[in-house]
């Protein structure tokens, strides 16, 4: 045979191949028409998709972020201070007129902006002309009415901004007439935030909170005086200043001098201290000139010079927009995401790389050369409320520094841009792995300590190793931390809080919760607000420069309690059911009361005093939160109630994966609704609790697989408890290492968990007198101390404590000048005062409650223990009994199996471990004779041992129980007996041997709880029954 290949044709080499081949080659061949055809945008799409790289947004410059020029009108006058110029300058030279903007220095290039670049709530620099049809979707867009496009013409309508000036068509202002001060600009403030909003670079100095702002400016009576209105002197805080800037040096700024821009212009904006004073405030009527007094707008133009030395006043802000020399991860690598700023992209912000003084932003002679008017917004919705001064010499910066802030970007489009959304999984796998592990290291050895406290130490530690540096480079471990740590507040308020609150309350029993109830009030109502005011009085104390209502809202947080250690160690250890329920019911009830006292008083320490500006109306809110509230998870509940009664066959996957959805949507529903300002405004834990309560009381019977549920809400809580107290623990190590941190709050951390467990100690005592008289249950001294010490701090505290570190990390922050300063402080000491009631309370509590005989103290509950002991001791035998028979009859010995089984442990290196080896060693099984008696067996097999009971030993028991000696055992031979009766009725519930919606076998349950409330009597759960049947279906007789 010829073994050299044959040569074959192309189209029989084609006709040769198979449909997949022949696909492979058709998309080599066309690919690069396709791409040819989609053109430049196209290859770049197809880039992006070989790189597997899915963008939500395309980043554009922020450049050219100005207003358009503005009529003055015949209304209003522009007037100049005695000291500026009146009349253009005839050159720009620096070397003559130093700084001055009085001067032409061109015409404004032709302007680019892209038509899609988004600004403010839709309305673009690109197309000004809509700004007309604006409308503010804010709650209080009732107040913002769009002025634009309303030039001047009235008393309250002074004109737009901004505006041509020319110096020699203004008025000059008398001597003194205007005397304009600043006030707490020479104050180092410790890197202020820095946010890119999309449409400018803000740095905000005290936000809305125009009660405890150092930086404030006054400016006599003019702003009353330019607006034609009768009102006197006011004062100005400074809520944020901002930047506008354009791509070329013919550009950006938005007034303009002399017939020509200057390159950037900052904006100091200010709020009038009457903003929203409860008393005097400045009015909103569009009839009254003196609305145009509510804000004053100090502008400085900048500009920028190739020989100019930088500004280091600056320099801080501008390194957080871009840094002006890029770190290298890498030859030949591109700059990271790190490199380009904390305020580089759209709705991004951080803090300044530096600390800054505001009086240095300023340019020279700011106080005596100034050109004034009365104006507007330069954004919609354009309200003519301002008063203006436009100072006459610019602020130099070097032309390097303008290009940092040029390189500040906003988002174009929805597209293809770059997102690692995805890493925020990296840390909860992690943070699941090292959390599952210690909790059942934990649960083996060393269960006294509790699992929070060893969370928040893992979040620590692991903060640590990945603050380790990696040649500049954010790697994937990081960028998963920094997502976490700087979660939204509400997804904590939202997502977390309705999971936990709901399984706490569905476990709890109905009947006693109920008998508590009011007890459990006193402390959660009352107690909450004493223990609140006392609290923040010592946070006051503590921080002098803190707000009252500030300090009383952390007051609130810290005021409620979170036992979950303490109750899961009292369930174990038999503690007294009433102690227990009232501290349950305490902290379930107080985590409402807390909450709703948080809420008022720092949206008083927001500035939000309106909605609270008289006792009525906030009598008003409240009693809708407490009253509303309730009545709205009852009917969430009995919704839920009745859907799963509706899906409730036994041995049904699909009605158990729906109760275990409508139990999910019940539990978030009811929050959302509640919570949500624009549907309920009521108390979202409060309306959760509520309908936890009904489908604990009435669903139960009914639930297709309670195990199921048990566990899905058992996983749930593991991880949303791992997740949130490693994010604190993460803060908290951050806090502790900045320098915003130092030994100071240390110690004020240790003297606030003294002082909250001394207030407790107070609110327990004054109302201990008052829950003796509302409940069964009467409150012992010992007791007393006990709730005290169980008092723990948790999830509450921790989950509001990062709601307003993310209220203050948004772009309204409304607190004091050093935010970032304060944001860290409350982390660090709420954080600490959870962490040490998990490190001293919850381990000491054991001892505690043996030490005051608060664990089986009673004989009764002795004589529990006993029946205990000789139940499980019955069990072991029985165990030993049947291995010996099972070994014996597969004629095996399998000694493997006990060293796995702790019911047969005490077989070791015994010889009972190997039946068969003793058989025959002794030559053959002894038989063993065995009176023929009738034996009743609780566990187990009957043999030589006494592990059953006979007739006779059950007359001798009674014999024994029906004497004097022994009437103290039988309350706790009654309780067992009850629990016994329970149990089989609800495997009978089980087996469907009882209705499971027939609300006969809820009375059924329910008299058990009820019978066991008087141990004392003799049983009487049936009479219980009739009871309620008789209610239930009328009295019958007979």
């Known amino acids: 045979q010829n073994l050299k290949p044959k040569k074959i044709k192309c189209w029989e080499g084609l006709k040769r191949m198979s449909a997949k081949k022949m696909m492979v080659l058709l998309m080599l061949v066309m690919s690069p028409a396709v791409v040819y055809s989609q053109g430049r945008r196209g290859w770049k799409e197809l880039r992006n998709n070989r790189n597997n790289m899915v963008q939500l947004w395309e980043p554009i410059p922020m450049w050219n972020n100005f207003r358009e020029l503005q009529p003055i009108g015949d209304w209003r006058t522009i007037y100049r201070s005695p000291a500026a110029s009146d009349q253009c300058l005839s050159e720009c030279s620096r070397e003559e007129n130093g700084d001055s903007n009085a001067c032409y220095r061109g015409e404004r290039s032709r302007t680019r902006r892209r038509r899609e670049y988004t600004t403010f709530f839709g309305a673009t620099y690109a197309d000004q002309r809509r700004w007309d049809n604006f409308v503010h979707p804010n709650e209080e867009g009732d107040r913002w009415i769009n002025e634009c496009g309303t030039g001047p013409g009235g008393p309250t309508q002074w004109g737009e901004s901004p505006i041509q000036i020319n110096p020699f068509e203004t008025v000059q202002l008398e001597e003194g007439q205007v005397d304009l001060q600043v006030h707490g600009f020479d104050i180092r403030r410790t890197r202020p935030f820095v946010s890119n909003t999309g449409h400018s670079i803000q740095v905000t100095i005290c936000g809305q909170n125009v009660d405890d702002c150092d930086a404030v400016v006054t400016a006599s009576d003019w702003p009353c005086k330019v607006h034609g209105a009768n009102c006197g002197n006011d004062t100005y805080t400074l809520h944020q200043f901002h930047f506008h800037f354009g791509e070329d040096e013919t550009k950006g700024s938005e007034h303009q001098m002399c017939g020509s821009p200057r390159m950037a212009e900052m904006h100091m904006v200010l709020l009038n201290k009457r903003w929203v004073a409860e008393e005097n405030p400045v009015p909103w009527d569009l009839d009254n000139p003196e609305r145009g007094t509510r804000l004053m707008v100090l502008g400085s133009m900048i500009m920028a010079y190739e020989d100019a030395p930088a500004n280091e006043w600056f320099q801080p802000i501008l390194d957080a927009v871009y840094f002006p020399e890029p770190r290298q991860s890498g030859q030949g690598k591109k700059r990271d995401f790190r490199d380009q700023g904390l305020a580089y992209f759209a709705n991004t912000s951080g803090p300044s790389q530096g600390p800054i003084y505001l009086d240095k932003l300023l340019p020279a002679e700011w106080n005596t050369k100034y050109y004034t008017y009365a104006g507007g917004l330069t954004t919609p919705p354009c309200s003519q409320i301002a008063t203006w001064f436009i100072f006459e010499n610019a602020v130099v910066w070097s032309m390097d520094q303008l290009k940092q802030l040029r390189k500040a970007t906003t988002f174009y489009h929805f597209s293809h841009v770059h997102h690692h959304g995805y890493t925020a999984i990296l840390y909860l796998c992690v943070m699941l792995i090292i959390g599952t592990l210690t909790k059942q290291m934990l649960v083996r050895y060393a269960p006294t300590i509790p699992y929070p406290m060893v969370v928040m130490l893992w979040g620590a530690v692991i903060n640590w190793f990945a603050s380790i540096e990696n040649d500049g480079q954010l790697n994937p471990m990081q960028m998963s931390i920094r997502m976490w740590s700087n979660i939204d507040g509400h997804i904590v308020l939202y997502v977390w809080l309705p999971i936990l609150l709901f399984g706490d309350v569905i476990k709890l029993n109905f009947h006693t919760m109920v008998q508590t109830f009011w007890q459990a009030c006193m402390l959660a109502g009352p107690g909450v607000l004493l223990s609140t005011i006392l609290t923040g009085l010592v946070v006051q104390y503590l921080y002098l420069d803190w707000s009252w209502s500030f300090s009383l809202a952390i007051g609130s947080l810290l005021s409620a309690t979170d036992p979950i250690a303490v109750l899961t160690l009292m369930k174990e250890l038999g503690a007294p059911k009433g102690l227990t329920y009232q501290i349950s019911g305490e902290s379930l009830f107080n985590d409402g009361t807390s909450v709703i006292l948080f809420t008022v008083f720092f949206d008083m320490s927001r500035h939000r005093r309106g909605q609270y500006a008289s006792v009525a109306r906030l009598i008003r809110i409240i009693t809708r939160m407490i009253f509303f509230s309730p009545c709205l998870g009852i009917l969430v509940g009995a919704i ?305 041992e006494d592990v059953g009971f006979t007739l006779d030993m059950i007359q001798e028991h009674q014999s024994k129980a029906n004497g004097v000696q022994d009437l103290d055992k039988l309350p706790a031979l009654r309780e067992v007996f009850l629990r016994v009766v329970q149990a089989q009725y609800w495997a009978m519930i089980k087996s469907g041997e009882l209705p499971r919606k027939s609300y006969d076998t809820l009375v059924l349950i329910q008299s058990i709880d009820k019978a066991q409330d008087k141990l004392e009597e003799p049983l009487h759960d049936l009479l219980i029954v009739r009871e309620g049947l008789a209610q239930a279906h009328g009295q019958c007789s007979g």
């Open 640 to 944: 839920a109630v009745y859907w799963m009664k509706k899906a409730s066959r036994r041995h049904s996957k699909t009605d158990a994966l729906v109760q275990l959805s409508v139990l999910l949507v019940a539990a978030y529903l009811g929050f959302f609704l509640s919570d949500n300002s624009k549907i309920g405004q009521a108390s979202g834990i409060l309306t959760t609790v509520a309908c936890a309560a009904v489908i604990s009381f009435r669903a139960w019977p009914f639930i297709v697989s309670r195990e199921a549920i048990e566990n899905v809400w058992a996983t749930a809580e593991h991880v949303l408890i791992t997740m949130i107290f490693s994010v604190v623990g993460i803060l908290m190590s951050r806090a502790k290492l900045s320098q915003n941190v130092n030994g100071r709050d240390v110690l004020n951390c240790i003297i606030l968990y003294l002082a909250v467990f001394a207030i407790r100690a107070v609110v327990v005592f004054v109302c201990r007198p008052f829950m003796n008289c509302m409940g069964p249950h009467k409150v012992t001294n010992k007791e007393s101390v006990f709730l005290i010490w169980g008092g723990l701090r948790g999830v509450i505290a921790i989950a509001l404590v990062l709601f307003v570190k993310s209220v203050q990390s948004g772009s309204n922050r409304t607190w004091p000048h050093d935010r970032d300063q304060q944001a860290e402080q409350i982390t660090f000491l709420v954080g600490g005062v959870v962490f040490l009631t998990l490190l001293v309370n919850a381990p000491t509590a054991r001892p505690m409650l043996k030490c005051f005989g608060l664990v089986y103290g009673t004989a009764a509950d002795k004589y529990k223990l006993q029946i205990v002991d000789h139940v499980m001791m019955r069990i072991v035998r029985a165990a030993e009994d049947a291995y010996e028979a099972t070994c014996l009859k597969l004629k095996h010995d399998a000694v493997d199996i006990i060293r796995h089984c702790s019911l047969l442990e005490r077989l070791n290196d015994s010889s009972r471990a190997t039946p068969n080896q003793l058989a025959l060693t002794d030559g053959a099984l002894k038989a063993n004779a065995k009176t023929e008696q009738p034996v009743l067996a609780i566990a187990g097999t009957v043999n030589d």
